[in-house]
């Protein structure tokens, strides 16, 4: 196998390499001495001209700048007003604008520049997530006909919905450059497929793979995991015990519910807060006796959108804890701020309660940490939202709710508040097994072995795709 070349909007040069797209593929990059391809997290006036290198442990990672009109365009324009509300079914918040489709399509032409000529014949290339649709179909414009995958991070809506984008069409046909598509869920997977179907006249050949714009292409749900060892550790050491003795002294017996999220509105922080208060309204026995905290560093906050929900939040937690809060108690503790991993994983471990209640979500890790971090012996409830990729893999342990629904999740809170030992050391063991079983190195292994092999008994490796 030769080198394996990542390339993902952001790369993980200089950082410590712990959680998300880092862990993922950090182990076969440096098996391989492969090289990672991304923005540098700059932004400047002229247009670069080359890639600033870095070396890592044997890993190149392979910088450039982003102008202001492409960071503008690109990144806060076409990828996250228009692709990022859309891929999370909410059409009501895209922002469609045609400049700034055409600083996509620059950006995905510019960085397959950069890339192709410095591939070797047998690299293996793995794009990852919405902002490198149309990236594999750059790539092989430049002449590059290897191995080349895909993998998607967030959902991928129905088809009647994903073609409201408009250059739908121009997008999915990009798409078909690839020779593997990763999805995190079966639901993605099928609606992937079905747009194919539907779109681009694609035709099934055998499970999972698909004649369709002259190629074959294998699309599968992969569902994304997490070293769940090694988080379970994390929530033992010190820096873990230490943070959760400081909540601990805060909580003094309250039982502490708790939600960590990106402040996107995604999430469906503010239905969680609505759900708090319903709690409360209906079962007054839990004034006094629990506390929500919820940690939600905020994100993109030059969109219109993020400063919204940011005002949204704060009106809310101030109405609840008004409405519900006594001298020396208050329900919402809400805190705009990140926090370390190793920090996390203890606040995680003394959580009664883990709150994951995203509208839609690709998969959703922190579900997955909370319950690596839980003690075996004292586990707590995972409330989790039907509409998470996760729900998938942990619907038989965790307490699935509907997120639009407030009283409905006030009445899962209440159940997860009173449920036994016993119950809740079942389902976190049915949880647990399945988190080690399809862990961050499954998922990996299973994608790049799919990958490695794409190419066995097909002659159609390489068309050129015209948009």
Known sequence: MG????????????????GGLAVAVWDALVESRGVWYGWSGDVVEQTPRGVEMVVEDGVEFA????????????????????????LHYRTDLAYFDEDEFEQYVDVNARFSRLVAPRLLDDDMVWVHDYHFFLLGQDLRN???????????HVPFPPPEVFRTVPHHHRLARALCAYDVIGLQTEMDRRNLEHYFIDELGAERLDEGLFKVAGRTIRIRSYPIGIDAGEFARLATEERAQGAAKRLSQFLQDR???LGVDRMDYSKGIPNRFDAVGCLLDHYPEHRGSISYTQIAPPSRSKVEEYQHLRSQLDKLAGR????????????IRYLA????????AGIFRIAKVGFVTPLHDGMNLVAKEYVAAQDPENPGVLVLSEFAGAAEQMREGAVLVNPHDKNGMADRLHE???????ERKRRWKVMMDQVCAQDIAWWRETFLDDLTHCHDNTDDRVVQLKP
Do not use: C, Q
């Open 337 to 344: 701020r990140p926090y370390p991993r190793e920090e996390l």
């Open 416 to 422: 997860a508040l009173k449920m036994p030992l016993d």
């Open 142 to 152: 430049e002449g590059w006909e290897g191995r080349t995958g895909y993998f998607l």
């Open 63 to 86: 910088l450039t700048d982003l102008t202001h009109e492409e960071h503008d365009g690109f990144y806060l324009g076409f990828s996250n007003r228009a692709l990022w509300p859309v």
């Open 3 to 18: 080198r394996l070349v990542a390339i993902s909007n952001r790369t993980a040069a200089g950082s410590a390499k712990a």
């Open 320 to 331: 609840i804890n008004g409405d519900y809060g006594d001298l020396d108690w208050i329900p």
């Open 255 to 257: 039982d502490l519910i």
